[in-house]
């Protein structure tokens, strides 16, 4: 059974800079799209990011792009959201979630189907 593990969340000032990771043991890795999600309280699941199973197509939300990276090590089955510059609005619980790559890479919430138990990003002086 597919399963995803999220980790690298912490507390940071503003300004300071993270690296999640998330990985996948036992993952036919180039099969799949990997997408970064983040919950803040109250508010809804929004995308941040994704990749594709290549590692070449990458999709941003506006509110990150140029700030984050997402990057994937198929040989550690592993994919990274380095987050620079951070904000306190990017605080919240991110997930990161699998879907088939079917050539696209949406960051459309309902599309993803396997999803890991989340990190906390807390951003604060």
């Known amino acids: 059974q597919l399963q995803l593990t999220e980790s690298g969340g912490d507390l940071v000032q503003p300004g300071e800079s993270l690296r999640l990771s998330c990985t996948a043991p036992?993952?036919?890795?180039?099969?799949?799209?990997i997408g970064w999600f983040r919950q803040a309280p109250g508010k809804e699941r929004e995308g941040v990011a994704c990749i594709d199973g290549n590692g070449v197509k990458t999709n941003y939300s506006a509110s990150v792009k140029g700030r984050f990276t997402i990057s994937r090590d198929g040989a550690k089955n592993t994919v990274y959201l380095q987050m620079n510059d951070l904000k306190p609005e990017d605080a919240g619980i991110y997930y990161c979630?699998?879907?088939?790559?079917?050539?696209?890479?949406?960051?459309?919430?309902?599309?993803?189907?396997?999803w890991g138990q989340g990190t906390r990003v807390t951003v604060s002086s």
């Open positions: 979630a699998a879907l088939i790559d079917l050539g696209g890479v949406r960051l459309q919430v309902d599309e993803y189907d396997t």
């Open positions: 036992g993952l036919t890795f180039h099969y799949y799209v």
